[in-house]
Structure formats: structure tokens, C-alpha cells
């Protein structure tokens, strides 16, 4: 029998484990107290570090509640998030990429004709957003329903506003005919700083990262015999497509937003989405 | 440029680190990422696991109170305690070793006479533990403080039941003479299970591990000139010396205690403790 020391710390942990442990948990927590171990070896934490972190950990739970999750919002500045979808997510040549779903999106947002302005609140530049949902084969996919949200022109979700803007602000749902189109307006979305007033806010600080997403326009695409596709289209040209704070941006997503004379919007973009089949 | 990809993801993280940072801090978060991201490579973490692992750290954080630091209890039950305690304190032969400090000390116990007994429930067999704080060399240290503090014989800390047991229950501090030599009663400590009623309980449950600490008697030892020693000493013959859920326990730790026929106590144990030098 072997007490535990700096030599064997992990092995020893991971020894306890019983023998009817679930065999996937016992593979995901012995891999973690292995790679834990092993931080804690290559710099060798000091008792004030171990303090802190132990402080920022009970900080960043403390500060969670029903609209706000900093544990999420860790992860995304992290990479872990964007790691973690790009290994559930490798996709085919041709399909979509997915990007971080983000802690804004509601279910039950209002399903819409095509075409439908989604901004309620009058501020900010209207956008036409119009594209095809296609299958990896270039045919229209029917039926998809296309879920979009945004922040509005200050940089704010609806559900960080509730008393300032309309209920389902920049929010709606539309669903493709058969030829797999889809359109609708919204504003061009800003950029705009994830909330930085807790403990991420002051780890970014302290090494010193800005909190800001460039702008984007949320896209969840769902479709009978296809993979639900999670996404955003960034607006080309944003300052902050170089340093995402959460790290969601691919190159492939970002669109050109294009200048237009029309009644009806002052922007127009096209992007075609691809579905890998289930 | 390049984004985040599961090929470049820690690399991506660590480059947006600010040229200004601290560099103790780079060195310990680019370290904390690098082998974070080869955890979740290595796994190939779902994205229900990576649901269920938010879960878990919010749950820990909140249920962390004033009485209550569930973020410790999961270092100590992943071995982190002990691990930080072990590259923190290694021990030059002769030394006596350290281990867990434990939630449960309380600044500000009484400064008691030689011999006093800490016990104040009546509850539990009495022990006298005498011995000597030496310095390498084995020379006696003249003021050194003693401060020791155990369970009741139910198990529970008085802090954990403050309505129950009388204010400073199996607690005390005791200041060594010429001589080093120190002297007190107490219980003869009981082992007991650490909370387990939260995440890190489930955490116990479902890797098929135990929640109890062998029986011990804890010490923190001061003295003008010799680096502070936390440590504990175990009852020898506990049935839970080979399983402590926290991994405190080491070998030379581990203390006889022999039954006595005296008015005074039902057990004496014999342990000298020696510092070394700051």
C-alpha cells in the first residue's frame, strides 16, 4: 500500500477509483486528475496560488444565477467551448462550420413569414439576410427551420434588457419552401463586450485580453434527416474578428455586408448554409 | 492570423496573453490551458460531458457558504490538496513531514497549561499526547506554539455544530518551555466522513469511493525562526489509514496509541515533532 506523494499523486488518486465504475467516467476522470496533476507539477503551484484559484472557482459559481453563467462564459474565454465543439463537430468538406452557441439564445422565438424585420426597438441599420439551406450535394433542404438572434444596435440582447427592449427584439424563426430559401431582416449587428464585471472579466484583465466579440448574427438550423447546425455569420470587416474574446470566429463564416439604395434596408448579405446529413 | 481549431487551440489561447502580464501569471495560465486543452483532446469530451462538468462547478460554487468551502473538499478528495502540500514542504530527512490543513481550524483557540484538557463534552476515551519540538540538530525549541484541534467522539468538529458542542471543543494552544516539550489531554480521535451530502459526495458515489478520514489529531506548530509545520497524527490501527478520502495520510505519521490504567486518561501517545530551519 502506497500513501500518496509527489511521485505517485496521480496514479494514486486514480487507484481508488472502484471497480464498477462506470468505464467512461472512469476514463474522463482518470485523464483529468492525470493532466491536473501534471499542471500542478510543471509549475509548481504555490500554496497562495492554490488559495487564489480555489477563491476565483467559489467566485465564479457564486456569481451564477438564472441569467447569468460565468462557469459558460470561463470556458469561452477559455477556448475550451470552441474546443469542444470543434472535436463534436468535424465537418466535411463542404458542410457549415459550427460555431459557440452562446448563453443568449431563447427557445420560442416567433416563426415568421419570410422576409419579416426582427428588430422591434427602431435602432440600428436594417440588414437583408438571404441564402439557401442546402444538403452536401448542393439540393434545397425543405422544411429547415431557421432560428436567428442578435444583440441590438447598443451591443445588448433582448434578455440582458428586459425592461428596455420589446420581447423577442431581434429574435424570430422562418422556415424554408422548397427551394431552401430563407431571408429576413434584421439590424447589422455591433460588437460588443461579454459581461466582464465578474471573475472572467478580471482574469481577461490581468492578462491583458479585451472582452470584446466582433458582430455577428446567430444562426441554429434545424432540418428532418440532418445534423442541427449551430452557427454565426460575422459582419466582414469588424475590428475584433482577429481577437474574439470566446475565439468563435472561422474564417469561412465571416460574410460581406454590402451598401444598398433601397426603402426597405441599407445592408444586404447573402450566405448559403450546408447541412451534413445525420 | 489564424482562428481556433482543435489542431492550434491552446496555442491560440495563449498568444492573445497581453505583452504587460505578469509573468509568473503566463507562465501558470499558459500551462493551466495547454493542459486543460490536452484533457479534452484526450477524452474527446462530449458536449453533454462538457454540460454536465459546468453543472457540476456551478453546483460546487453554490453550495460554498461561510461554514462551507466545497471548492477545497474537491482538491482534497482529487488529491490536489496534498499534491500542492507535498511540492510546497519537501521535507529534509529528519524533518516531520506535513499534510491537509483541513476546513476545520479556528484562529484564536485558548492558550491553555501543560496538561489541560481540550475536551469539553464529556463525549469520548481520554489521551494524553506528550512529546518534544525539536529543531534538526534535536535540540528542544523554546516557545514553540502547539495549536491542535480534533472531532468529538461523534465525529463533528465544533464548528460543524456549534448549537451542540460548547464553544472551543478539542481545541487549544499550548506554548513549549525550555525543555520543547509539550503536554495536553484530548480524545483519542474518532474517524468520520467528510460532507458528502454535495457535488463532491456525488462526485465520491459515482467513482465508487468511500468519503471517510482515518481518526487523527491535528497540529500546527510555530516557533521564532523554523518554517510552521501543518501536519496531523493518525490513530495507528485505523481501518481507514489505507483509504483517507483526502490522501493525508504518511507513514510517519501514524502514531501508537497504547491503553493505560490512570485516573486521568485511557490512552497515551508519545510523538516529537521536528522543524526545520526558515
Not at 14 to 28: H, K, Q
Not at 88 to 103: D, Q
Not at 182 to 200: C, E, L, N, Q, T
Request: proline share 6%.
Amino acid at each position: 500500500m502506497s500513501y500518496l506523494s509527489e511521485a505517485n499523486s496521480a496514479e494514486t488518486v486514480n487507484g481508488r477509483i472502484g471497480e464498477a465504475t462506470d468505464p467512461r467516467l472512469r476514463r474522463v476522470m482518470t485523464s483529468l486528475v492525470d493532466h491536473l496533476h501534471e499542471f500542478i507539477k510543471d509549475v509548481e503551484l504555490t500554496e497562495a496560488e492554490w488559495e487564489a484559484a480555489i477563491g476565483f472557482l467559489t467566485r465564479t459559481g457564486q456569481i451564477c444565477s438564472d441569467t447569468r453563467q460565468e462557469f459558460i462564459l470561463l470556458s469561452d474565454a477559455l477556448g475550451v467551448s470552441m474546443l469542444v465543439d470543434a472535436i463534436n463537430h468535424r465537418t466535411p468538406e463542404g458542410a457549415t462550420e459550427s460555431t459557440v452557441f452562446g448563453p443568449f439564445h431563447v427557445e420560442g422565438a416567433p416563426k415568421l413569414p419570410m422576409g419579416t424585420c426582427i428588430s422591434a426597438d427602431g435602432k440600428g441599420e436594417i440588414c437583408l439576410y438571404q441564402g439557401r439551406v442546402l444538403d452536401l450535394d448542393g439540393r434545397p433542404i425543405e422544411n429547415a427551420l431557421v432560428d436567428v438572434w442578435s444583440d441590438n444596435a447598443d451591443g445588448f440582447y433582448d434578455v440582458q434588457q428586459p425592461d428596455l427592449q420589446p420581447k423577442w427584439n431581434n429574435r424570430g424563426v422562418f422556415r424554408t419552401g422548397p427551394d431552401g430559401t430563407y431571408a429576413f431582416r434584421g439590424i447589422k449587428p455591433v460588437s460588443y463586450p461579454i459581461p466582464d464585471d465578474g471573475p472572467v472579466g478580471q482574469m481577461l484583465a490581468a492578462l491583458g485580453r479585451h472582452p470584446w466579440r466582433p458582430a455577428h448574427m446567430h444562426f441554429r438550423i434545424t432540418a428532418p434527416g440532418h445534423e442541427r447546425l449551430i452557427t454565426h455569420i460575422f459582419v466582414g470587416g469588424d475590428s475584433y474578428l482577429g481577437s474574439d474574446a470566446v475565439f468563435g470566429v472561422k474564417a469561412a463564416l465571416i460574410a460581406d455586408f454590402e451598401a444598398v439604395q433601397s426603402p426597405t434596408e441599407a445592408w444586404r448579405t447573402a450566405f448559403d448554409f450546408v447541412l451534413r446529413p445525420i
